[in-house]
């Protein structure tokens, strides 16, 4: 997966800390540069979640497995339409002109650990205030694209206000130009910070070796002792 599959699908750049009045800057920077690829970007802010239904996260009844999303804060966003790379399996999309309460379009996997559903609520704190939020909708998110996807996803209407940066994903047909479209941005841009997908899946290759030694190397001791105690099995039987 991370040798073949990811790096066909990955973009080469995830671009961070954009401020909302240097979209149009940082777009007509990578424009300029033959080879850039599909350009995605997304408002973002940032929230933690403090209740569910109703019940402080310290006394809610949360699965082990998903109370990693519980710790610190969660980036989040606001979309008229469903992001790529996921799909809807419960309730349904708002509509594009959406205008009403707030709503919010969750993991549907972070849903069942923490027990909730369809018209259930949730409470985050974003920006110092409490803003309690319906979920609308559960979202299957294929993750091992690695491109953007957010667990929040709000309707329009309640993040928009809120001081807020712009994440972007970019992809460049031809690796050799990586190191280019990343001293455009950073030249021009000295506050945008750029991650290279690519450092990642090798740090992630890394781990994933080491993991892979120490299971060959627990099974090469399960198959010596197993060999001694057949060994013994044998001769105790030949006697």
Do not use: C
């Not at 997304?42 to 402080?56: D, K, L």
């Not at 329009?156 to 941005?185: F, K, W």
Request: charged share 20%; glycine share 10%.
């Amino acid at each position: 997966q991370v040798d073949e599959r990811i790096p066909e699908v990955a973009p080469a750049y995830f671009f961070i800390d954009i401020q909302p009045h240097q979209q149009e800057q940082f777009l007509a920077i990578l424009g300029g540069i033959d080879g850039v690829g599909e350009i995605h970007t997304t408002p973002m802010v940032r929230g933690r979640v403090m209740e569910i239904n109703g019940v402080p996260v310290a006394d809610a009844k949360v699965d082990p497995d998903v109370s990693w999303a519980l710790r610190g804060d969660r980036g989040l966003t606001y979309s008229a339409t469903p992001p790529d790379n996921s799909e809807v399996v419960e309730g349904a999309w708002w509509p594009a002109d959406y205008a009403g309460p707030p709503l919010v379009s969750f993991d549907v996997n972070l849903a069942k650990g923490f027990g909730i559903g369809i018209g259930d609520t949730m409470t985050l704190n974003i920006l110092g205030r409490p803003i309690t939020v319906e979920v609308g909708n559960l979202r299957k998110i294929d993750w091992g694209s690695l491109g953007m996807n957010f667990t929040f996803v709000f309707a329009p209407g309640t993040l928009e206000a809120a001081p807020h940066s712009i994440i972007a994903t970019v992809h460049v047909d031809n690796p050799a130009l990586e190191a280019e479209v990343q001293r455009a941005v950073t030249d021009a841009l000295p506050n945008v910070t750029a991650i290279r997908v690519k450092d990642a899946l090798e740090g992630a290759n890394r781990i994933l070796s080491a993991v892979a030694i120490a299971v060959r190397a627990t099974a090469g001791v399960t198959l010596i002792a197993g060999t001694l105690v057949l060994a013994g099995a044998i001769a105790a039987g030949h006697a």
